[in-house]
T-cell receptor
């Protein structure tokens, strides 16, 4: 069964350092999402891609976060510089643009900023 | 903006019994989907059940069923014959549909369910 791949699974970084996360969606899924999940809360969308284009990045802190999906397949989310408040789980999900629109999630990257 | 509210932060149930998790949502949209996702400890989020707003019939998936009350904007999840493997965080989520497909999922804060032996 196809799955969304993410790496690394865990990342510990110091405040003010740069960090990057990678996501490979399920083959054929045109829509890719990056969510941030703070411990004990539900995920919140950071950015949504349709192929290589950004559809929604209204909640992305653009002064320090960037995301790209250059060839419309895999994607990278970067944080520079990392802050203590960025400690969270970063989830990637993908979906088709046709029914049933189900979003499939990857295992996530747990980021700890010290 | 859409909001999703889960009023039960934690619940517990005995193995083999039935439990119901509550969810309410607020939207002015007419075309949308509702979901329940399960997130086991240290494992990835998986879809439990989906409900299309235009369908009056409540969705069921094996031991999982929903009570969808569109007018009341309520979407509860019933788990029958609870199993130890059902222990997880459960998230209620909403997405509206556009011509290009679905938009982001709006999640509730989750309900932590513990199934006791």
């Amino acid at each position: 069964e196809a799955e969304v791949a993410q790496s690394p699974r865990y990342k510990i970084t110091e405040k003010s350092q740069a960090v990057a996360f990678w996501c490979d969606p399920i083959s054929g899924h045109a829509t890719l999402y990056w969510y941030r999940q703070i411990l004990g809360q539900g995920p919140e969308l950071l950015v949504q891609f349709q192929d290589e284009s950004v559809v929604d990045d209204s909640q992305l802190p653009k002064d320090r976060f960037s995301a790209e999906r250059l060839k419309g397949v895999d994607s990278t989310l970067k944080i520079q510089p990392a802050e203590l408040g960025d400690s969270a789980m970063y989830l990637c999900a993908s979906s088709r643009t046709i029914f049933p629109y189900e979003q499939y999630f990857g295992p996530g990257t747990r980021l700890t900023v010290t | 903006a859409q909001t999703v509210t889960q009023s039960q932060p934690e619940m517990s149930v005995q193995e083999a019994e039935t439990v119901t998790l509550s969810c309410t949502y607020d939207t002015s949209e007419s075309n949308y989907y509702l979901f329940w996702y399960k997130q086991p400890p240290s494992r990835q989020m998986i879809l439990v059940i989906r409900q299309e707003a235009y369908k009056q019939q409540n969705a069921t998936e094996n031991r999982f069923s929903v009570n969808f009350q569109k007018a009341a904007k309520s979407f509860s999840l019933k788990i029958s014959d609870s199993q130890l493997g059902d222990t997880a965080m459960y998230f209620c989520a909403f997405t509206r549909l556009t011509q290009g497909g679905s938009e982001k999922l709006v999640f509730g804060k989750g309900t932590k369910l513990t199934v006791n032996p």
